[in-house]
């Protein structure tokens, strides 16, 4: 006989038939009679007092309690104000550096256009810079502020001259003119140079080439001297031109390999005999003899 909830089953057929269940407190098997399934029974291994259930029967599953309800995050907490009301914001030195760059580089800005523009036509040939120069011929050498631009010089109409080269370094933003050109001396003249005690030969060809010179510069001379360069004489000429004032020299080397006319000088905005570009190119021409 089988115990079921404390009290003694009757004796039937179905007593005789038992059925596998299992206990739902210590999980072991354990039998039942037929008429027993579905009613509590004693666990015979742990005394438990179970519902007796097939074990092919799901067991029932123990309420779960409901699932916690997420917790709520802290907001974040905010940063104390300052009692301090002058204090600058964080970014506050950051901001002050880059204003202070570009005001900075304003400035600089506007200093270099005033230099710019003071110095645009101002007429002034560079001190810097300078280089030795000297025709393919090696006829002359002299210093130039630049690699200048070739052109030619054509003869004169009195045939004393039968052309020859012009080498000219021109700023365009300063307005400036440095030049040395050369005429190659026709035959006949330098046969008759030799005797020309007097010079009189030498001031007709100087002054032809003058007026050449005036023509050329649009100018007017408002000064001209006699000078001496090596063995050659020649003319130093002071003129107004419409870029200022003009300065050169016309030698005439009727001797050596190379029987020519020279011209060299400088054009410039307040442009004078003493200025340096003046002196420096004067001081550096050689002629060779």
């Known amino acids: 006989m089988t115990i079921t909830d404390g009290a003694a089953l009757p004796h039937s057929q179905a007593d005789f038939m038992f059925v596998p269940v299992s206990c739902t407190d210590c999980g072991k098997p354990f039998q039942v009679p037929e008429s027993a399934l579905g009613q509590r029974a004693a666990c015979p291994w742990c005394r438990a007092v179970v519902l007796a259930l097939p074990v092919s029967a799901p067991a029932p599953r123990a309420p779960q309690p409901p699932p916690a309800p997420p917790k709520a995050e802290a907001p974040p907490a905010e940063a104390p104000l300052s009692l301090d009301d002058d204090a600058p914001p964080p970014d506050r030195p950051r901001r002050w550096l880059i204003t202070v760059l570009v005001a900075g580089l304003i400035v600089l800005a506007g200093m270099a256009l005033t230099v710019l523009y003071r110095g645009y036509g101002a007429g002034r040939v560079s001190e810097w810079g300078w280089t030795e120069f000297a025709p393919p011929d090696g006829s002359f050498g002299v210093a130039l502020p630049d690699d200048p631009v070739e052109e030619d010089v054509p003869a004169n109409p009195e045939g004393s001259v039968t052309g020859g080269k012009r080498y000219v370094v021109r700023g ?118």
């Open 172 to 289: 365009r933003y300063s307005k400036t003119a440095v030049w040395v050109a050369y005429a190659d001396l026709a035959p006949a003249l330098v046969a008759k140079l030799p005797a020309d005690k007097d010079r009189v030969i030498t001031a007709g060809v100087l002054r032809v080439e003058r007026d050449r010179e005036v023509s050329r510069l649009k100018a007017t001379v408002t000064k001209e001297a006699e000078v001496r360069v090596g063995s050659a004489w020649g003319v130093e000429l002071h003129m107004d031109t419409p870029e200022g004032g003009a300065v050169e020299r016309l030698v005439l080397a009727g001797s050596g390999p190379h029987p020519r006319l020279y011209a060299y000088g400088a054009e410039g905005k307040n442009l004078t005999p003493k200025s340096p570009a003046c002196t420096k190119l004067f001081n550096t021409f050689r002629a060779t003899e």
